[in-house]
């Protein structure tokens, strides 16, 4: 999504201290200083998948995606597994409108999203809170929060 007032506000309300205080609790991740991600789009039916990886740099902690999208879509399971195994750990299916996932970020742990399926689009807002540095930081280092590499 190009930048515009709708991204801002999901960026100012992920990047609320308030969200990073629950996150840390439920998730006992330790201090959060930022939430950096993005806002896509996967095409039913088009082959729209992710395949087998791990979002580690260093600086991310916890996963997030929210679906942003207005009806129930098919398929696009979010897909947990340990990296030396082939065996599913964890999944579910966020298909309904507001419903949100977290997710650990952890040497040793691999997710996948798989194929979108049927007549409707599936649209998330979907990124990592990480250790650092904090929103404003990274805005004025000139740092693109929507960029995946985005760090200190």
């Avoid at 006992?28 to 789009?41: E, K, M, N, P």
Wanted: glycine residues 12%.
């Amino acid at each position: 999504m190009d930048p515009n007032p709708m991204l801002g506000m999901l960026y100012l309300i992920a990047n609320d201290q308030r969200l990073f205080d629950v996150i840390g609790r439920v998730t006992g991740c330790g201090a959060i200083g930022s939430f950096i991600g993005r806002v896509y789009l996967r095409l039913a039916a088009a082959g729209h998948y992710d395949r087998w990886h791990s979002d580690m740099n260093g600086f991310r902690l916890i996963g997030m995606s929210v679906n942003l999208t207005e009806g129930e879509f098919e398929g696009g399971r979010f897909e947990l597994r340990q990296t030396d195994s082939d065996e599913v750990e964890w999944a579910v299916a966020n298909t309904g409108p507001g419903d949100a996932i977290l997710f650990r970020i952890a040497d040793g742990l691999q997710h996948r999203v798989t194929a979108v399926e049927g007549a409707v689009a599936r649209v998330a807002f979907a990124g990592w809170f990480q250790s650092g540095p904090d929103l404003l930081s990274l805005l004025k280092a000139g740092v693109d929060p929507r960029n995946r590499s985005a760090s200190p």
